[in-house]
């Protein structure tokens, strides 16, 4: 039986030295209430399944020594990670953003920032070329576009218009615009709803180009200029709600 208390206090002065040890190298992995709060958590738990091992277990002092080597390793490692956990997201999010640039991503979380913190803002990865395209929700349907701020208006090919259910046949091609081929015909319509992630605007001015006179419907000034803020830099565009 004293063997058995030994091995469980055994493990709780390695699982001791082993937070100091974490102090000392990375001295503000613990700095906030919650954080303090989530160690005394992980060292009961720990602390109370090592216990119950060592006391259901009789051998060596050789072989005790080790299991307390382990636990105290796995302290130390969920630690580590846990204070480095901005980093490694915000390596995540550039992975994906290289991936998946067209795919909206929320912000990476930051030191500090609660978790809705993030929501409302969006990043977009720049593809090859430099430009930015987003992936975006209209009415339901899925929609790709080219963000362009030099464009006035949201503008729509006549093959997204289809697959958002308009008929290019029955609208009214009254609007003189300017494209990359040069001047065409477009028709006004609104948006019920525009959603790229965690924005969206409703009712949402947009244009349908004439029949093969925009081969990428385009994200403009209509709505942008509805949401909080945009910027671009480094190959990333944000945009806030």
Do not use: C
């Not at 003189?176 to 605007?201: F, H, K, M």
Request: charged share 10%; hydrophobic share 50%.
């Amino acid at each position: 039986m004293l063997n058995r208390l030994g091995l469980a206090a055994t493990i709780l002065m390695v699982l001791t030295g082993g937070v100091f040890l974490l102090f000392q190298v990375f001295p503000g992995a613990l700095s906030s209430q919650n954080e303090q709060i989530r160690l005394v958590q992980g060292l009961l738990v720990l602390s109370l399944t090592g216990g119950a091992i060592a006391l259901g277990w009789s051998g060596s002092a050789g072989l005790a020594i080790k299991q307390a080597l382990v636990w105290s390793g796995a302290l130390i490692a969920l630690l580590t990670v846990y204070s480095y956990r901005y980093e490694f997201a915000a390596m995540g999010y550039r992975v994906a953003g290289v991936t998946l640039p067209t795919v909206p991503l929320p912000a990476a979380p930051q030191p500090g920032a609660s978790a809705p913190s993030s929501h409302g803002v969006v990043h977009l990865s720049a593809v090859q070329g430099g430009h930015f395209l987003a992936d975006a929700s209209v009415n339901g349907t899925h929609v790709r576009f080219l963000v362009d701020t030099g464009a006035s208006i949201v503008a729509l090919s006549a093959f997204d218009a289809r697959r958002l259910g308009l008929d290019p046949q029955e609208l009214d091609y009254n609007i003189t615009v300017s494209t990359a081929n040069g001047q065409t015909r477009a028709a006004s319509v609104s948006l019920d709803e525009l959603r790229i992630g965690s924005i969206s605007r409703s009712q949402v001015p947009a244009l349908v180009v004439s029949e093969g006179a925009l081969e990428q419907s385009l994200l403009g000034m209509t709505f942008l200029n509805l949401i909080g803020s945009f910027e671009m830099g480094d190959g990333v565009l944000i945009l806030r709600d």
